[in-house]
């Protein structure tokens, strides 16, 4: 799936997606390995050290990644 990255308030936060089903999610200089299960519709994510998964629905546009949060709000990650 690659990199995607999204900038708040000059905060980056970004995801990077192998095709292994690994990845890492980076922010504020810190980055966190994880694993991912993806039906096309979820993304299913485990972040290390965490025992209980977070899932995301998404799609893709163009170059955005469009991630449901938990709040029910769409976040558009710009492909990198």
């Not at 997606?17 to 299913?44: A, H, M, R």
């Amino acid at each position: 799936m690659g990199t995607w990255e999204y900038n708040q308030s000059g905060a980056v936060y970004a995801y990077s997606f192998k095709d292994d089903k690994t990845g890492l999610y980076s922010v504020y200089g810190s980055e966190i390995p994880f694993t991912y299960e993806d039906d096309g519709q979820k993304v299913t994510i485990l972040y290390n050290g965490s025992t209980a998964a977070s899932a995301f629905e998404y799609k893709i546009e163009g170059n955005k990644l469009i991630i449901k949060d938990s709040f029910g709000n769409d976040v558009e990650y710009v492909k990198k």
